[in-house]
């Protein structure tokens, strides 16, 4: 099975917001494009996404660009859910918290949502629930918090070794999961 992991187009948010799983919309004009987006990727058999409005339309767009008829939307595959830091500015955030954040990433939900240790589990259970044996092509578009935990999960690699990868809006990385065996085919790192 290929799954093609895709970052959502860019939403509309104030730069220097923290957001996760607060449902944005995207700008207008999609950017980057569905036919940016989508370049040089193999054909999908099937796209699932989160349901978040930013990967969710990212998602239709990329289905009628594609000719996919249908979309599955995964609730495990949402961004981490940030609490009461959701929709503030990161520089608003009490320092202390964050500090408290920093010193124990995984575990530490000083803003009284999701840790990245919980999410991780979420997100590990429906990459759990694929078909190694299936030769679909699988395109999932979600977040980049996922999309890292996702590469952690089947590389094999704790996840703050994959927190600092760049992704872009409209990133994209493929994966080729067989019976006992997972091979990272490549990484775009998107607009």
């Known amino acids: 099975m290929d799954v093609v992991l895709i970052r959502h187009a860019q939403p509309e948010v104030s730069a220097g917001t923290c957001y996760g799983c607060l449902d944005l919309p995207l700008v207008s004009p999609l950017t980057p494009s569905a036919a940016q987006i989508a370049a040089g990727l193999p054909a999908p058999t099937r796209i699932v996404t989160s349901p978040l409005a930013r990967a969710s339309g990212t998602a239709q767009a990329l289905a009628q660009a594609a000719g996919v008829p249908a979309i599955d939307s995964e609730p495990r595959l ?114």
Do not use: K
């Open 78 to 191: 949402r961004e981490i859910d940030f609490g009461n830091w959701e929709g503030v500015a990161w520089d608003a955030i009490d320092r202390g918290a964050l500090d408290q954040w920093a010193a124990d990433l995984l575990h530490a939900r000083p803003h009284g949502g999701e840790s990245p240790a919980q999410a991780m589990a979420r997100v590990a259970g429906w990459a759990g629930s694929l078909d190694a044996d299936s030769s679909e092509c699988l395109w999932v578009v979600g977040h980049a918090g996922p999309m890292r935990m996702l590469a952690a999960h089947w590389l094999g690699v704790p996840l703050p070794v994959t927190v600092n990868w760049a992704l872009g809006f409209g990133a994209s990385c493929r994966f080729t999961l067989e019976p006992g065996a997972v091979r990272l085919g490549w990484w775009n790192r998107g607009a």
